[in-house]
């Protein structure tokens, strides 16, 4: 027999009583009854009862052993009774008579429980990270992870895909996030940067004549965590396509993306290929973002032109001062308390917007402050353009077109949410186009880049010499799913002259294209493919598929708000002797001492 185990503990059934095996795993709960003793043994495969009365040997060793504790147990497979028969294990219809145990290793008390699913600190969860691994939901995240994973790449290689790995120690660039940078030892007063995404390299693997990339890719940024953003690192569906338009992407990446959503669906619908294409233009009017969780059927309207010269003052002189008003739908709110529309204008002062207007109608009657204000006539046609009904509400958000956008787009989540209306257990994909290739830069007062400054812009040179800047489009693209951004991607820019000329309008001179782009500009003027791609995040579609609203949940081993990893205790303090390999020494911040914990780094 062998030394740990015959079989896992997720493995044995029915057709295995009367034969002896040897189980071995962690306690994971013990229910004393007397004469009696009842274990629950767990692995990674699952769960198998142990039972052991008092006159066996087995007895003491069990009772004394704390849980989580690692044992090996030698017995006899058992039929359990009908009345004790547990149907939500895969084993419940078994149990293992115990004759000898082992204590591999004993467990100390537990900092938190590894049994049921009581919420601890994050800083507990994360410096005993393998004990909250241990826990069920967050056990079986991982596993998803590594599933879709394998899922994901399977589809990509059927795609016509080829899997390469790009450097991990590169250079910095003046574009993006900010970065991680290593000191070299070799190089005094150099650097290298860890990769923010595999972008160039991916672009230069299509100019080196490969025709579809991709891979699984670690990314670092130097940036503060949100929900759905780890600080540090992350991974992406990295994938590039030479010899296509914006249409071949997307036709080669939603059979993959559908397809792993369908696969781990777990009973939600999908959003069938092709997915919708929404100008960013119409998603930032119909929904007041470009990240629109199509789940929520409420459409925002513009209604502008109702209220311009019209009896309600305030929204009155917003018009005339370039301002818009879009209207947020809330049906059959009308027939809720006033408190309803009260609570959301305080919600909207509470997010450091003005209020929030809004007309309440009962019985076909309308209400309110602007149905007041407004005046019968005007009101009607207002509430007929809007297709309102006899018991429906409507909210109104008033200001410069992005402020009222910004502020719509709330107000439609926090009102479909509150009626619910948000469709349960769904999927629900699109593409959000023709994003703009220029911004005003208000701070810097100047043209700057609005997504991403490699994209080949909708017209090509002819655009850029002829059109206002801030009106040229650019073949760029977001992939969202449920309101959350899963990759951005575009066609990219490989003509030179073009991409001289995009940086020029965004204030750079040639030169400035030269030195902080020279791999890939120079590898331009030898041949380049037109060519485009995207990334999909990975920790973001396995949080979506594990309906968890942190990537914390899904990632193994994942750094605090503050890109603590508590468990190792990085990041940390080094020697003497590695700064000075380094070329390196460590200098207060100014107004600190030498002995103050914050300390920056400094070149020797």
């Not at 359990?80 to 294990?89: G, I, M, Q, S, T």
């Not at 069938?272 to 925002?300: C, S």
């Not at 529309?341 to 309308?366: Q, S, T, V």
């Not at 750079?508 to 902080?516: A, G, I």
Request: net charge negative.
């Amino acid at each position: 027999m062998h030394a740990y185990r015959t079989h896992s503990c997720g493995e044995l059934r029915e057709s295995h009583v009367g034969e002896d095996v040897k189980l071995s795993g962690w306690v994971h709960r013990k229910r004393d009854h007397g004469n009696l003793l009842f274990v629950d043994l767990r692995d990674h495969y699952g769960i198998t009862q142990i039972v052991t009365d008092v006159a066996d040997a087995a007895f003491k060793v069990l009772e004394s052993v704390r849980v989580e504790s690692v044992i090996t147990v030698t017995g006899k497979v058992v039929r359990r009774d009908a009345e004790v028969v547990n149907p939500n294990l895969p084993t419940g219809r078994i149990e293992i008579h115990a004759e000898t145990v082992e204590v591999q290793s004993s467990a100390q008390e537990l900092p938190l429980p590894v049994f049921g699913d009581q919420e601890y600190p994050e800083e507990i969860r994360l410096r005993y990270r393998y004990l909250d691994l241990r826990r069920e939901r967050l056990h079986n995240n991982i596993l998803l992870r590594s599933r879709v994973i394998s899922s994901i790449r399977r589809r990509m290689i059927d795609q016509g895909f080829t899997e390469f790995q790009t450097p991990i120690l590169t250079a910095s660039s003046p574009e993006g996030a900010r970065d991680y940078l290593v000191p070299s030892r070799v190089h005094p007063g150099k650097f290298y940067a860890l990769p923010q995404a595999p972008q160039m390299f991916k672009q230069l693997i299509m100019v080196a004549g490969f025709d579809r990339y991709f891979q699984i890719a670690p990314c670092f940024r130097d940036e503060d965590a949100r929900a759905d953003r780890s600080p540090g690192e992350f991974y992406q569906l990295d994938f590039e396509m030479s010899f296509v338009t914006q249409e071949d992407v997307f036709a080669a990446i939603e059979p993959v993306l559908a397809g792993v959503f369908e696969e781990f669906a777990d009973g939600k619908t999908v959003t069938p290929a092709p997915f919708p294409r929404i100008p960013f233009a119409e998603a930032m009017l119909k929904y007041g973002t470009d990240k629109p969780d199509l789940r929520n059927p409420l459409v925002i309207s513009d209604v502008t032109e109702h209220f311009r010269g019209g009896g309600f003052g305030l929204f009155a002189r917003i018009v005339e001062g370039g301002g818009v008003v879009r209207a947020i739908p809330a049906p059959g709110a009308g027939s809720l308390a006033r408190s309803f529309f009260d609570g959301m204008n305080d919600w909207a002062r509470g997010e450091g917007h003005a209020g929030l207007g809004y007309i309440n109608i009962k019985n076909g009657e309308p209400g309110g402050p602007i149905a007041k204000n407004l005046g019968e006539e005007s009101t009607a046609k207002l509430i007929a353009a809007l297709g309102l009904g006899s018991d429906d509400g409507v909210f109104f958000a008033a200001g410069k077109a992005d402020q009222a956008a910004k502020l719509a787009g709330a107000a439609r989540t926090r009102i479909g949410e509150s009626l619910q209306l948000i469709e349960e257990k769904a999927f629900r994909f699109c593409w959000i186009v023709d994003f703009p290739m220029y911004e005003y830069d208000e701070e810097r007062k100047q043209i700057d880049f609005s997504h991403n400054p490699f994209s080949m812009p909708q017209g090509g040179m002819e655009a850029l010499e002829t059109q206002d800047p801030l009106d040229i489009l650019a073949y760029q693209y977001d992939i969202v799913c449920n309101g959350v951004e899963l990759s951005s991607g575009a066609i990219r820019n490989h003509r030179p002259d073009i991409m001289y000329k995009a940086f020029e309008i965004a204030g750079y001179s040639r030169e400035d294209v030269d030195t902080n782009f020279s791999g890939m500009i120079n590898a331009f003027k030898y041949g380049a493919p037109p060519h485009g791609g995207s990334a999909p995040g990975i920790d973001r579609i396995v949080m979506l598929l594990a309906d968890e609203p942190n990537l914390r949940e899904v990632v193994l081993f994942p750094m605090n708000q503050r890109a603590e990893d508590l468990m190792m205790g990085a990041p940390g303090e080094v020697t003497m002797k590695q700064l000075r390999e380094l070329h390196i020494r460590i200098v207060p911040p100014s107004g600190t001492s030498d002995k103050d914990p914050a300390r920056v780094v400094a070149l020797e």
